[in-house]
């Protein structure tokens, strides 16, 4: 069974950057798939932030281009989510996931504050 | 982007009856293999989405047959039969076309 799990921390004050993990089990995610950060604001708005594909290229939301980063580690079976520059506005639950058709995996989500 | 717009229910619903939520695309969602790209998904309160229907009108493993979408290119239906208590929560439709992948405002459900 495939899982995903995101960490990081649920506080981060504005104009830091933010960082989480996100930790598979059950799959190597250099075996297939496309592994997003997606993230749901107050309010129910959700957003495709980016993703890193199997082969290890990304592809950002062009919203957030100049201030994402999704990388990987492949010893690790992790992928990572770095926002700089964070504003209020970045106050969501971010969730790590492989999403759709070829297979529906979520994290639980971990909600991130920014606030000072 | 492709702007996603989703109609919104009478809440609350009597357990029972069947609903439908619309979402419309601001761009074809029709791709030259055939299929449409249209994802439908449920977040259940306290949970991650989970998806309902992929292509327009496929179920996802698992999904109840009481979920069925449908639709054209551009506007699309979620036709629920008979909601449950297990139903409520916040309907999205979902682009995947291009990226980036854009989500409907969301559609609540509450049952009565």
């Known amino acids: 069974e495939i899982q995903l799990q995101e960490s990081g921390p649920g506080l981060v004050k504005p104009s830091q950057s933010l960082s989480l993990t996100c930790s598979v089990t059950g799959y190597t995610i250099t075996s297939g798939y496309d592994w997003s950060w997606i993230r749901k604001f107050p309010g129910n708005k959700m957003e495709w932030m980016g993703y890193i594909s199997y082969s290890g290229s990304t592809n950002y939301n062009p919203s957030l281009k100049s201030r994402i980063s999704i990388t990987r580690d492949t010893s690790k079976n992790q992928f990572f989510l770095q926002l700089n520059s964070v504003t209020t506005e970045d106050t969501a639950t971010y969730y790590c996931?492989?999403?759709?058709?070829?297979?529906?995996?979520w994290g639980q989500g971990v909600m991130v504050t920014v606030s000072s | 982007d492709i702007v996603m717009t989703q109609g919104a229910l009478p809440n609350p619903v009597p357990s029972g009856e069947s609903v439908s939520i619309t979402c419309r695309s601001s761009k074809s969602l029709l791709y030259s293999d055939g299929k449409t790209y249209l994802n439908w998904y449920l977040q259940r309160p306290g949970q991650s989405p989970q998806l309902l229907i992929y292509?327009?009108?496929t179920r996802a493993s698992g999904v109840s047959d009481r979920f069925s979408g449908s639709g054209s290119g551009t506007d699309f239906t979620l036709k629920i039969s008979g909601v449950e208590a297990e139903d409520v929560g916040v309907y999205y439709c979902q682009q995947g076309l291009e990226f980036p992948f854009t989500f409907g405002s969301g559609t609540k459900l509450e049952i009565k």
């Open positions: 996931a492989s999403p759709g058709s070829g297979g529906d995996y």
């Open positions: 292509w327009m009108s």
